[in-house]
């Protein structure tokens, strides 16, 4: 039973990834956010639609769902728990959280772009790596607003994080390569309209159909 409690959460850790939070909260208010902007289940978007303050609740959902399972299965495996003989590692946990927001089973897996649920994961498993992270986030935000362009600059942040704490740990490594190529694949359509100059600012765009 003990080897087979560590895949349950794995499971359950994608199934709580897969939970559309934007998409709930925006019902909340009688909103798809889908509907609007860039179309996208994640804070931004829902900053954009819903407001500052639905925004934020949003950012802490998918913050949440990161880091939750991070932080239970750091707790199993450091209370050497009997129930826990299979062991694996916390942040393949945060792993599969993090696909589960970028390709929910719950809406056809057409989900988020993934950086609070990074966030939520980071900020549980190596605090001054997220620190980082957020300073790089809101530093290329204020000099471009763009939220894309700050996004990138936190899947940049993370392997200078590895320089500068000298941190040696191959698992954090291998989530951070993993993470970032998602994050930035996810961002593919942004690049392209950063290039084609139609990128839309952080700013509120209130309901209007358009693209991000």
Not at 37 to 50: E, M, P, Q
Not at 89 to 107: K, M, R, W
Request: hydrophobic share 50%; proline share 3%; net charge positive.
């Amino acid at each position: 039973m003990g080897n087979i409690i560590p895949i349950i959460m794995l499971i359950f850790a994608y199934l709580f990834g897969s939970i559309p939070f934007g998409v709930l909260v925006g019902k909340t208010k009688g909103i798809d956010i889908r509907e609007y902007g860039s179309h996208n289940i994640g804070a931004t978007n829902a900053t954009r639609i819903l407001g500052p303050i639905f925004g934020l609740i949003v950012f802490i959902l998918d913050f949440i769902k990161g880091g939750f399972f991070v932080l239970i299965s750091k707790l199993l495996i450091q209370s050497n728990s009997e129930i826990f003989t299979l062991e694996i590692h916390p942040l393949y946990y945060g792993l599969a959280a993090f696909l589960g927001h970028l390709y929910p089973i719950f809406i056809k897996f057409k989900g988020g772009k993934g950086i609070s649920t990074v966030a939520g994961i980071l900020a549980v498993y190596n605090l001054p790596m997220f620190i980082l992270a957020v300073i790089f986030f809101f530093t290329f935000l204020l000099i471009t607003k763009y939220v894309s362009v700050a996004s990138t600059s936190c899947a940049v942040s993370l392997f200078i994080s590895f320089i500068i704490f000298k941190i040696n740990d191959v698992n954090l490594f291998i989530f951070c390569i993993i993470a970032s190529i998602l994050v930035i694949i996810k961002h593919i359509p942004n690049y392209k309209r950063l290039i084609n100059h139609t990128e839309n600012k952080m700013y509120l765009i209130k309901n209007k159909k358009k693209s991000e």
